[in-house]
């Protein structure tokens, strides 16, 4: 039988879990990476892969403040 307290605390989780779930969406949704909040259906064209090499930059942009490209911009 479930103690008092965790009859308590599992709605909350369920409440918590569903508010992020939802905020996720919505902001993959403004963000364009998927086609609706509704569904997680993948916009097409969209390249939602971070290559190694993208991450070590971006960690290095965080640390420093300053992103620096291998590649020109032009």
Same mark, same amino acid.
């Given at each position: 039988m479930l103690k008092f307290p965790t009859v308590v605390i599992v709605?909350? !989780?369920?409440?918590? !879990?569903?508010?992020?779930? !939802?905020c996720k969406r919505i902001c993959l949704y403004q963000n364009g990476y998927i086609m609706s909040p509704l569904s997680y259906k993948l916009t097409p064209g969209v390249d939602q892969s971070l290559k190694p090499q993208e991450l070590r930059e971006l960690k290095k942009f965080f640390k420093t403040g300053q992103l620096k490209s291998k590649k020109p911009t032009l």
């Open positions: 709605p909350y !989780f369920g409440v918590m !879990f569903s508010t992020f779930e !939802f």
